[in-house]
C-alpha cells in the first residue's frame, strides 16, 4: 500500500516532487560518477607524467657498451623508487640484459603483452598498460622504446595501482558529502517550488470554497496565464446557475404567493355546513402538503448544490425597523437591535425579509413601549430573538396563532397569515420559529435560520 503510493502519488504535488526527486538524485548520481572519472583521468595523467619524467631521466643517463652491456650514470634512485616493493620501479632492457631500480631489489618486470599502437610508434610516446609485480601487487605500466649504440632498447615506469586508486576515493570520501549536502538543497529547493508553483491553484480552491459558501459570486482573475480560461468557464458556469437559480426561484415564490393564500381561505372557508364529510378539507389539505413538499424540497436542492445565498443579517433587520418605524410612526416606540455585523445566513434575502418582516411586524403592532431585536450565532445556526412588552399571548394560543387565518384579536388589522405563513418558510430551510411569554410581560419570538457554512 505505502509502495503503491510512493509510486503513484495521488497529487499534482505528490507527482511534481516524486519526480523531480528522482530526477534529482538520478542527475547527482551521473555528476558523482562523471567527477569521480574525471578525478581518475587527471590522476592517471599525473601518474603517467611522472613515470615519463623517469623514463626521460633514464634515458638520458642509458649507456650502452660496444658489447652491448648497459650502464646508467648518476643516481636516479630517487624516492619513491628506492623503496624495495613500492610498486614505483624501472627497468632498462638490452639484448637480455637489464638495469633495475633499486625499488626492484634484484627482481625483473615482465612487461604484459601490449596491443599494436601506431600512435606510440610515430609519435615515440610510451604505451600505458597494466601487470603485476612477482609480489603479486597490482602495477600500471608505461612502456617506451627506444634505439641507442644501433641496438633496440625497452625502458619500463612502473607505479602501483594503488597510486591511481586512492586519490579517487579520498576525492570521493569528500564528494559524496557534498552531493549529499547538494541533494538536500535540491529537495528544499524542489518543496518551495512545487509550493509557490502550485499556491494559484490553491487560492483558486479557496475562491471556489467561498463561492460555494456564499460568500463571493465570482472567482477573481488569477496571476497565472494557465489558469485564466479556465476560471473564465467556471465562472461563466456559476452565472449561468445563478439566473436558472434566479428563475427557479421566482417560479417557486410566484406560486408559493399565489397559493398559500387562497389555499389557507378555502380550508376556512370549508365548515362542517359546507364540507359535511370533510372530504374537500382533505383534499386541500393534501394540496397543502403537495405546495410545502415541493417548496422544501426546491430548497434543499439549491442548499445542497451550494448554491443557497449568503444573507447579511444586520442590513435586513436594520431595512425592516426602519420601514416598521415608518408605518408604526404615531406609536413612538423605543427601537434596540443588536445584531452581529458578520452574521450571514444561508437564505434568500427575500425569504429573510418575509420571515423576520411579519415576526417585527407582529412586535411593532402589539408592543407598548419598545422593541427589541438581537441576533446571536449558536454553532451552526443563528437565533433572532425579536421581544416587545405587549400583552404577550395566551399560553393556551401560543400553538395556535401560528396556523393560517388565526387572529386572536379581530381589531387588529391583518389577515392572520403572517406568522404562519413565516414558520413554513423558515422550516423550508431547516429553522423553526418559537413565541414564548417574558415572565415581566410582553412576547419574545425566536427564528432560527441555517448560518452560512465556513
Not at 98 to 110: E, F, M, N
Not at 177 to 184: F, R
Not at 346 to 356: G, M, N, Q, S, T
Not at 427 to 450: H, Q
Amino acid at each position: 500500500m505505502i509502495v503503491s503510493r510512493i509510486r503513484r502519488p495521488k497529487t499534482i504535488a505528490g507527482r511534481l516532487i516524486a519526480f523531480s526527486i528522482f530526477y534529482a538524485s538520478a542527475a547527482l548520481v551521473v555528476a558523482c560518477a562523471v567527477l569521480a572519472l574525471i578525478v581518475a583521468n587527471v590522476v592517471r595523467d599525473q601518474v603517467d607524467q611522472r613515470l615519463s619524467v623517469q623514463i626521460e631521466a633514464v634515458r638520458s643517463a642509458m649507456k650502452v657498451g660496444a658489447d652491448g652491456s648497459l650502464a646508467v650514470a648518476g643516481n636516479l634512485d630517487g624516492p619513491p623508487f628506492d623503496r624495495p616493493g613500492s610498486g614505483w620501479y624501472w627497468q632498462v632492457t638490452s639484448a637480455g640484459k637489464r638495469v633495475t631500480s633499486r625499488s626492484l631489489a634484484g627482481a625483473s618486470l615482465s612487461n604484459p603483452p601490449q596491443p599494436f599502437d601506431w600512435r606510440s610508434l610515430l609519435t615515440g610516446s610510451p604505451r600505458s598498460g597494466d601487470g603485476r609485480d612477482g609480489r603479486g601487487q597490482g602495477l600500471h605500466f608505461l612502456t617506451s622504446q627506444s634505439f641507442a649504440a644501433g641496438k633496440e632498447v625497452e625502458i619500463i615506469a612502473t607505479a602501483p595501482r594503488s597510486a591511481l586508486i586512492r586519490p579517487v576515493l579520498r576525492s570521493l570520501l569528500l564528494l559524496v558529502p557534498a552531493m549529499l549536502v547538494l541533494g538536500g538543497l535540491l529537495v528544499v529547493g524542489i518543496l518551495l517550488q512545487v509550493r509557490y508553483g502550485l499556491s494559484p491553484l490553491r487560492r483558486l480552491a479557496e475562491e471556489l470554497a467561498d463561492v460555494s459558501s456564499g460568500r463571493a459570486r465570482e472567482l477573481n482573475q488569477p496571476q497565472a496565464e494557465e489558469l485564466r480560461p479556465l476560471v473564465g468557464q467556471i465562472n461563466r458556469l456559476l452565472e449561468q446557475n445563478q439566473a436558472r437559480l434566479a428563475e427557479t426561484r421566482l417560479q417557486f415564490a410566484n406560486m408559493a404567493h399565489g397559493l398559500k393564500t387562497p389555499v389557507a381561505s378555502l380550508y376556512l372557508a370549508l365548515n362542517d355546513n359546507a364540507d359535511p364529510t370533510g372530504e374537500a378539507r382533505r383534499q386541500v389539505d393534501r394540496i397543502d402538503r403537495q405546495i410545502k413538499h415541493h417548496l422544501g424540497r426546491a430548497r434543499a436542492g439549491v442548499s445542497a448544490a451550494g448554491l443557497a445565498p449568503a444573507t447579511q443579517l444586520r442590513p435586513c433587520v436594520g431595512d425592516i425597523v426602519a420601514m416598521m418605524q415608518k408605518l408604526y410612526v404615531d406609536r413612538h416606540l423605543l427601537i434596540t437591535s443588536d445584531v452581529e455585523r458578520t452574521l450571514t445566513v444561508a437564505c434568500a434575502p427575500e425569504d429573510v425579509d418575509e420571515i423576520l418582516g411579519a415576526m417585527i411586524d407582529n412586535a411593532f403592532k402589539w408592543a407598548k413601549s419598545s422593541v427589541r431585536i438581537n441576533g446571536r450565532a449558536d454553532g451552526g445556526e443563528i437565533a433572532i430573538v425579536i421581544e416587545d412588552d405587549g400583552p404577550g399571548i395566551d399560553s393556551d394560543d401560543i400553538t395556535e396563532v401560528m396556523n393560517p387565518g388565526v387572529r386572536l384579536d379581530e381589531t387588529v388589522p391583518g389577515d392572520g397569515f403572517g406568522l404562519s405563513i413565516a414558520r413554513e418558510v423558515c422550516e423550508l430551510y431547516g429553522g423553526r420559529v418559537t413565541l414564548i411569554n417574558l415572565p415581566e410581560g410582553g412576547l419574545s419570538a425566536t427564528v432560527v435560520l441555517p448560518k452560512t457554512p465556513g
